[in-house]
Each structure stands twice: as C-alpha cells, then as structure tokens.
C-alpha cells in the first residue's frame, strides 16, 4: 500500500487501527514476559536477571524493558490491569510510576503496598498525562518527589552531590565503611567516595596519581596496622553479608571460600572477572558482576577438588540456580 495515496480520513482510520494492534501485541508480550518471570527460564540461557535478558538476549532499551517488567509484574497482582493497558486506559510509563513508588515505599517506610492501593491510585491516573501522573502517585503514597540525582557547583568550587540509593546498595556502602574504618575513620559518604576513587585511580594508573596513601598517613594510622584490621573485619565482612545475602548462597560461598587457597581465588578473580554460567545450547554466557561467588564445577559433595582448574566464579544467581538443580530443589 502506498502511504501517500491515503487521504486524512483513511490516514486517521490506519494509524487507529494500528495503535490497536500495537496494544493487542503489547498485550501479548506482557503475558508473556509474566510467564518468563515466573518460570525464570532466562537463568538456564545464561542471563542474570529478567531484565539483562530482556535487554541484551531480546533487545529492547533499558526503559523499555523495566517497563515491561514492571507491568507484567503488575498483571500478576492485578490481572484486570491487563485490559485497561489493552485498551488504552493506562499506559506502560503511569504502572512504572506506580511500581517504582511502591518500591520506594518499602525502602522507605518498610511498608508493602497493597493491590488494592495500586488499584485506587491507577484508577485515578486514567487520562492523564505523565507529570499530572508523576505528581498523582507522589501525592498518593505521600513520597519525597526527589528522586534524580542532583550536582552544583559552590562557591568554593566544591560539589555538592545528591542521589539515591537503593536499600540494598546503602546497606553494601555501610558494609564497605565498616571494612575500611582502620584506614577511613569517618562515616562521611563524600570521604568514602574520594578513598575509593583514589583506589581505583592508583589501580590504573599507578601510585604516582594515589592521594589515598597520603590520605591515611594524614590520619595517622600504620598502614600494616590497618592491614591487620582489614584481615580480621573479613569475617564480620561475611557474617554481614549474611544479612543482605539468603542464607544458602552464604553457606555456598562460605563451604567453597573455606578451601580453596586465597592464592587461587585470586588468580580465579583476576582471569574471570564475572559469572561464567553458559546455556549449553546457545553459548550465552551470563557475564554479570553481581555478587559474584566461588563455584566448585564438580562439587565437593560429588567429588570436585579444591583446585583451580575446578573453580569458576558465579554470580549469585546462578550459583543459586546450580545449587537448586543439584539439589533438586525447583522453584515454586
Ligand atoms: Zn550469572
């Protein structure tokens, strides 16, 4: 058909007829990202999460695919969601707005929102647009409307710098300010920040750029004293960890750290920096840095040695993954 042959009408009539099929396809696609959600069939293709996958093994942009997954998610609590998005009462940018204020909700006041609240604010967003949405779902869960980071320059030529962290990542910051309070004796988040930067920098480029090192003469500590500390805040380090981390990846990681040689571990770490989990059918490999954990290829129980030839790092949700298989154990 050629485009420039239709008149307005028959213009207007096409691209409604279209924008329908569009959402009949949407549709689609959110009940079936629902099912991959819950069956979490991307771990056997060697994707970390729903939504690597999402982006890398299917393509879509990372806004597009938190959307997605955040409907779908959204379906599964309220399934009548799945018809107003069919038709165009709520669009996928209003349940994002929806899902994120929910989370932001537990992070901040530990509360769970409820179906029914979700209900009640998407009913009101119905025709509206987005910053009349925004503003809605705000009002409605009675949050803090930032969320953005921030940075401004002073007059000093400092920079003050705002942004959020998520619950679990502040939880990992603290952890890490625990390790390091021998060597980094303030709580200020800006000092931690400029300390891990140094570190990075030195890593990089070597000592000569390290104002780290200077850093620590300054606070007066030896640095073999500070060495000492770390060593020994490595077992709370882990005790912690336990805290963020469920518990049976915690007794994986800690049955396979308890063995093999801290040489091999890093030798392990420095040659495969990421998860190595392969769908044997494809060759996907996941390459998450996310928690990433010592893995015997043959386990222990089944005879796998201690040795480096053996060892494979994981990130936490394949370890998990190889763990539920042999043990069959399935997810529920
Ligand atoms: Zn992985």
Redesign the pocket.
């Known amino acids: 058909m050629n485009l420039k042959y239709l008149n307005r009408i028959e213009l207007d009539q096409r691209i409604k007829s279209l924008s329908a099929k569009e959402r009949d396809l949407l549709h689609e696609v959110l009940l079936t990202i629902k099912e991959i959600d819950s069956r979490r069939t991307y771990l056997d293709m060697g994707f970390?999460s729903l939504f690597d996958y999402l982006v890398k093994g299917v393509g879509y942009s990372e806004g597009s695919a938190q959307r997605r997954i955040d409907a779908a998610r959204l379906i599964r609590e309220l399934p009548q969601v799945a018809e107003k998005i069919q038709s165009g009462e709520l669009k996928l940018n209003q349940i994002s707005l929806v899902q994120k204020a929910s989370r932001e909700v537990w992070k901040s006041q530990s509360k769970q929102v409820t179906a029914e609240q979700k209900m009640e604010v998407l009913e009101s967003l119905i025709a509206k647009g987005h910053s009349e949405s925004h503003q809605q779902v705000t009002a409605f869960f009675d949050l803090p409307a930032v969320q953005n980071s921030y940075q401004k320059v002073q007059a000093d030529e400092s920079v003050r710098v705002e942004f959020t962290l998520s619950k679990e990542a502040f939880a990992k910051v603290k952890i890490a300010q625990e390790l390091l309070s021998h060597s980094l004796p303030t709580q200020d988040i800006g000092d931690f920040l400029e300390y891990l930067v140094d570190k990075v920098i030195k890593q990089k480029l070597g000592p000569a750029n390290n104002s780290a090192e200077k850093h620590m003469a300054e606070s007066g500590k030896a640095a073999t004293e500070a060495r000492e500390q770390e060593q020994k805040n490595q077992e709370d380090f882990r005790n912690q960890a336990a805290k963020i981390v469920p518990s049976e990846q915690i007794t994986a990681t800690m049955a396979a750290k308890s063995a093999p040689s801290p040489k091999d571990i890093r030798t392990l770490k420095a040659q495969q920096k990421c998860?190595q989990?392969k769908d044997p059918v494809t060759g996907n490999k996941?390459q998450?840095r996310w928690l990433l954990q010592v893995d015997h290829q043959q386990s222990r129980w089944a005879g796998g040695k201690h040795d480096l030839p053996n060892l494979q790092l994981?990130?936490a949700?394949?370890n998990k993954l190889k763990y539920k298989k042999e043990t069959g154990i399935r997810y529920l």
Do not use: M, Q, T, Y
Request: contains cysteine; glycine residues 12%; proline residues 0%.
């Open positions: 970390g998860c989990f996941c998450s994981l990130c949700s394949h």
